[in-house]
């Protein structure tokens, strides 16, 4: 099964020195998966607390039982959609995203709406990824799945991307009432197995699951299998990639 936060583990750590979370912080975390972010927020905001949002129940129930298992207890998860969620009013004091606010129907309201529930002065710290063809794991993969032709696109294929300009972002965070800081450009391998059989495995899991490919014949797959032989380093499959972190302070 493909695992989303040992792939992104470089940028796990980049958000989480940028955030620099203290303790009594009351940290938000906007699609936070099964919970990595939101997990290690609330250790470093003991003895305050983290909340992490997703619209995915398998995934939370994941990340619950996780927080039980680590036993992190100032932690808890809702599933709702953070576009439209009703926060409690200024209540963080941090708020977070990795790779969770890239997929908002609405940038502006969402992002305002989230602001809601920042208490004044409060940063929101995000991760989102620059554009698609910066990114060696979308290129490389779909040329492999779609007989070498990484240009062909899809909407499904390409909703990762819909933040990738920095100008616009900024644009949109003012809009939403934040005031953005920094705007960093983050360079970092995203790791897909510990060696190109299970990477591959995982790879078709994901994608099928996303259904991003279908009918998939022997020679995508030999393709696919051809591309992650080439990025095994020894020390796992790696894909080179690059995002923008972005720091922002609410008005």
């Not at 938000?28 to 305050?48: E, F, K, M, N, S």
């Not at 995000?126 to 990114?135: D, I, K, M, N, T």
Request: aromatic fraction near 8%; charged fraction near 25%.
């Amino acid at each position: 099964m493909f695992d989303y936060d040992s792939e992104l583990t470089r940028y796990h750590e980049r958000l989480r020195r940028a955030l620099d979370v203290r303790p009594g912080d009351r940290v938000l975390d906007i699609g936070c998966g099964t919970g990595q972010t939101t997990r290690d927020a609330a250790r470093a905001a003991a003895p305050g607390t983290a909340v992490g949002i997703d619209v995915s129940g398998p995934m939370l129930l994941k990340a619950r039982r996780q927080a039980t298992s680590e036993g992190v207890w100032n932690v808890s998860f809702v599933q709702a959609d953070a576009q439209a969620h009703a926060f409690p009013a200024e209540h963080f004091s941090l708020g977070t995203s990795r790779f969770g606010t890239m997929f908002f129907r609405d940038p502006v309201a969402a992002f305002a709406n989230i602001g809601r529930a920042l208490r004044p002065g409060a940063r929101f710290v995000q991760l989102v990824w620059q554009a698609g063809e910066r990114q060696e794991w979308h290129t490389a993969i779909r040329a492999a799945l779609r007989g070498g032709h990484a240009s062909t696109s899809s909407g499904a294929d390409d909703a990762p991307f819909t933040l990738t300009d920095p100008d616009v972002m900024i644009d949109v965070m003012a809009a939403a009432g934040f005031t953005t800081s920094d705007v960093i450009d983050v360079h970092e391998p995203v790791w897909y197995g510990p060696d190109a059989d299970r990477a591959s495995v995982a790879v078709l899991q994901l994608w099928t699951a996303k259904e991003l490919v279908t009918d998939l014949d022997a020679a995508s797959v030999e393709r696919l299998r051809v591309t992650l032989d080439a990025h095994d380093t020894g020390d796992g499959v790696w894909f080179d990639s690059r995002a923008w972190l972005i720091i922002a302070r609410r008005r």
